[in-house]
């Protein structure tokens, strides 16, 4: 039976759009290590550059892994910045993360950030288990949810009482 690849709907107009898009993403990723989108962008983004920082690593030659930088990268002024950035991926390794940040102004979605996380050589790592990043990145979290969620209970409060009101007027 065929099944279909995971995509998430990015509400754009054809594929082309989608792809160039998604380069734009990854090329903002490499470049300034973190960027502010929505929950779907966010999630395909790291799909996205996960596939595209495995290729890169898979390369054995230095020419070959530039001439790939300057494909998939599309900002041609900042290129080399790109490839040392990437070849830091390959020396040390990386990790992609996705947090929750803040509410959007007008729709109100949760906008998220998501950051490139590439350890320098000279730090170890913690042992005790969670970072002191990863603990604020929960809090922010529960914040998010705990504040939406009063919002979405004042809305429901202001709706009843706009019913109420609106029934007893017309009467």
Request: avoid cysteine.
């Amino acid at each position: 039976m065929y099944k279909r690849k995971k995509k998430y709907k990015l509400n754009t107009s054809n594929r082309e759009h989608r792809k160039m898009m998604l380069r734009n993403l990854f090329t903002s990723l490499v470049l300034t290590r973190e960027i502010e989108t929505t929950n779907r962008r966010a999630k395909t983004l790291k799909d996205y550059a996960q596939k595209m920082f495995s290729a890169f690593l898979k390369m054995q030659d230095s020419l070959q892994k530039e001439r790939w930088v300057k494909a998939n990268i599309l900002t041609r002024r900042f290129y080399h910045r790109a490839y040392k950035t990437l070849q830091q991926l390959h020396s040390v390794g990386y990790k992609i993360r996705i947090h929750a940040t803040r509410f959007r102004n007008g729709d109100g979605s949760i906008m998220y950030k998501v950051v490139l996380e590439i350890p320098s050589k000279d730090k170890e790592s913690n042992s005790k288990g969670k970072s002191k990043d990863s603990i604020k990145t929960v809090e922010v979290v529960k914040h998010i949810k705990d504040g939406k969620s009063k919002k979405i209970k004042e809305r429901q409060k202001n709706e009843n009482t706009s019913k109420l009101t609106g029934d007893n007027s017309s009467e």
